[in-house]
């Protein structure tokens, strides 16, 4: 065949699969406790009923004042759960304490812009840019004096748990990514998608509107519950369960949170300079080589690829797990125990 042909072939094919890569992520009291591990812990019983993660901690970290659950015995092996978009820490009501009773120290983050987590000054830009968040969590370990952990996330969890263990692999023991490899970057954004594909990312382009914005500050909760349902088809939960989770979507800095996150994808805002040299590793689609177990719910309703598109990218140890049986999105609440079994089967990979 003619060579400059292939050539342009394979630079649009590559650009294709990039793109598709970076598009297929989810669809995200009392005084400071010391910034040391010598805070007591909660520790919820097995089998503890939702919203029983016990009382928030709070941290500085980084930029933030993060509030926390902890579950589970001080010396033990540490495990970071993150949440993702719009959900928030109860994804794991059932999780952390199950993880506790095997002798885990649990810890569950809200991500900036999400529950009690707040900003330590009001200079400081709302950037919901994802190697952002990953840095908040090294900031969270480095606050807490936590040398490695094991992470586990979904949706923008998932995200950051994936840059945390391809740039700073030392920090992390194993990781838990729900939908796999969601690594992306700017450039690959720009780059369009088949319209069946495009046609699921719609509220990307809604937050990219200025009426997106003021809808989504005006409508939010109504616009998770909708998020909820769409993503997860099968998940009949009650009013109480979401209610749980929406409280956390009225931090001062939610919306601007998100609507930055998305406007930074499709390259209509830009990011902090410091993030840039991350930024283009990141760009790189850098393999992720700590022991890993990917997820996916069978019912799973967010936009998402198949793991053999992105199973090349994990070169350690690699496991992936399909969990049947009408499982969404949010799979760390809609099927505990496999994400548990999955956390724990990670650590000993």
Same mark, same amino acid.
């Given at each position: ?71 589970? =015995? ?9 949440? &993702? ?15 506790? /009773? ?20 009001? /200079?400081?830009?709302?950037? &919901? @840019? ?22 586990? &996330? ?15 692999? @030392? ?17 690959? &954004?720009?780059?369009?998608? =088949? ?83 991350? @930024? ?26 198949? =793991? ?27 099927? =505990?125990?496999?994400?548990?079994? /999955? ?7």
């Amino acid at each position: 065949m003619y060579g400059e042909m292939k050539s342009s072939r394979r630079r649009f094919l590559s650009a294709a699969v990039v793109a598709i890569l970076t598009m297929s992520a989810a669809m995200m009291g009392m005084a400071h406790a010391q910034s040391g591990p010598s805070a007591a812990a909660s520790s919820a019983p097995p089998g503890a009923p939702p919203g029983s993660l016990g009382p928030l901690k709070h941290v500085h970290a980084g930029v933030l004042d993060v509030a926390y659950a902890e579950v589970g =015995p001080l010396d033990g092996p540490v495990v970071i759960l993150l949440h &993702g978009w719009p959900y928030d820490i109860h994804s794991y009501d059932q999780v952390a304490p199950a993880l506790a /009773a095997k002798g885990y120290r649990v810890l569950v983050p809200y991500a900036r812009g999400y529950g009690d987590t707040h900003f330590l000054s009001a /200079a400081t830009m709302r950037n &919901g @840019e994802p190697v952002a968040l990953a840095r908040d969590a090294i900031d969270f370990m480095d606050a807490l004096h936590i040398k490695r952990a094991v992470f586990g &996330g979904f949706d923008w969890g998932a995200r950051t748990g994936d840059i945390v263990a391809a740039l700073w692999p @030392e920090r992390v023991k194993a990781l838990v990514s729900v939908s796999g490899y969601l690594i992306g970057s700017q450039d690959s &954004g720009r780059a369009p998608l =088949p319209p069946k594909a495009e046609y699921q990312w719609w509220y990307q382009y809604y937050f990219a509107t200025e009426r997106g914005r003021i809808g989504y500050q005006k409508y939010h909760h109504d616009f998770a519950k909708l998020i909820w349902q769409l993503a997860s088809p099968k998940w009949k939960f009650d009013d109480a369960t979401f209610e749980r989770s929406a409280t956390a979507f009225d931090n001062p800095d939610h919306v601007a949170i998100t609507i930055h996150n998305y406007r930074w994808r499709l390259d209509l805002a830009k990011g902090e300079a410091k993030y840039e040299a991350l @930024e283009q590793r990141l760009a790189q689609f850098p393999k992720i080589s700590v022991p890993t177990i990917t997820m996916e719910g069978d019912a799973n309703g967010a936009p998402h690829l198949p =793991p053999e598109a992105y199973a090349k990218q994990f070169t350690g140890k690699y496991q992936f797990r399909l969990i049947t049986g009408g499982i969404g999105h949010n799979l760390p609440e809609e099927a =505990p125990q496999a994400f548990t079994q /999955a956390v724990i089967d990670a650590d000993h990979m």
